[in-house]
Structure formats: C-alpha cells, structure tokens
Nanobody, 115 residues
Framework: QVQLVESGGGLVQTGGSLRLSCVAS????????MGWYRQAPGKQRELVAA???????NYADSVKGRFTISRDNAKNTVYLQMNSLKPEDTAVYYC?????????WGQGTQVTVSS
C-alpha cells in the first residue's frame, strides 16, 4: 500500500506564490518519476511537471519559467514551487509517483488564483 499526501494548496492573488508538497509513504521501492498533474473544471487532467530519480525535469509549456519541481529522495517527497500565478493556474493539483508497482496518485489539493 502506498499513500501520497499533498499539502500547500490554497487561495492566492494573481502574481502570488504557493509551494505544494507531497509525501509518499508505505511500500515505497525505487521511485522512478514523481510529479504533478492538474485538472481544472471541465478540462482533462494535464501534466504540470515531473522529475526523474536522476533529477531530470519536464514542464508543461504553460508553466515553464514560473514553476519549479524538486524532490528529496531521502524523504520520498516532491515539491512544486509556483510563482507568478495566474487565474488559469486554478485547478486541483494531484501528486503522482511511478514505481515498478505504480503509478500512484494523491487525493489532490485545490489551488485557486484570484484575478
């Protein structure tokens, strides 16, 4: 059993910042990729950012230069620093990790950016 617990979501004004965290626990073995997806109302879930066990990163074009993903392998934790937030960043953000037995998803955390 694997659990992912996200934190750090909330309400912020345009131009503000938030930092999301996701801690994985349970039967964790050799995590390959950790990352974040988001889903806005009426839209499909989309990849925001991902980071490999070696530190390689991948970002959606819409967040490049504004968001930064990082991970602490010793703590099985992934972070998403979100700066210069825009109303179109409003969504539920889901943490995920990929292992040999995965993928696994968190329950989601709401991010709302007011204009």
């Amino acid at each position: 059993q694997v659990q992912l617990v996200e934190s750090g979501g909330g309400l912020v004004q345009t131009g503000g910042s938030l930092r999301l965290s996701c801690v994985a626990s349970g039967a964790i073995f050799s995590i390959n990729v950790m990352g974040w997806y988001r889903q806005a109302p009426g839209k499909q879930r989309e990849l925001v950012a991902a980071i490999s066990d070696g530190g390689s990163t991948n970002y959606a074009d819409s967040v490049k230069g504004r968001f930064t993903i990082s991970r602490d392998n010793a703590k099985n934790t992934v972070y998403l620093q979100m700066n210069s937030l825009k109303p179109e960043d409003t969504a539920v953000y889901y943490c995920y990790l990929d292992m040999a037995t995965g993928p696994y998803w968190g329950q989601g955390t709401q991010v709302t950016v007011s204009s």
